[in-house]
């Protein structure tokens, strides 16, 4: 991922072994990529979950940064980290209407945002370009 290079030595990770998840932090890191990739050593705090072994694949997500008090939305199809996007904002009666969305830093899964919306409101994340035509959608 582009945050490979935002990761230190004593950050918090979470590893998802399929079979339960587990806490730790980051001992480890390859000084170089390989094949895109860089490897990562996590020491794991607590008892493994049941199945975990040796060589097993799994899913981990280390802990960057943290922000309080700051709107967060999924991550939009288009919307890249510090980027100006169009989403549409549900109103609450069936319809969604454009607005502008200012967006900030970005994780894996969920992106800040700077302007154009407030805590609560619900916007549609998934790929919308077939109605650029339009400003306002009714949804069924």
Known sequence: ETQ??????????????RNGVIQGKVMRI???ATGGTVGV????????????RPDL???GTITLEKLPDVIKVGRPAFGQ????VMLFKLDGNGEAHRVQVR??????????VLEGLQPGDQVILSDMSAQDAFDR???N
């Open 4 to 17: 490979t290079k935002d990761i230190r030595i004593g950050q918090m990770a979470e590893v998802d072994t």
């Open 41 to 52: 050593d996590i020491s794991l705090d607590g008892a493994l979950p049941a199945g975990a």
């Open 81 to 84: 980290e510090n980027s100006t």
């Open 103 to 112: 967006l900030g830093r970005s994780s894996v899964n969920e992106i800040e």
């Open 30 to 32: 390859d000084p170089t």
């Open 57 to 59: 694949s799994v899913d």
């Open 137 to 139: 959608i009714r949804l």
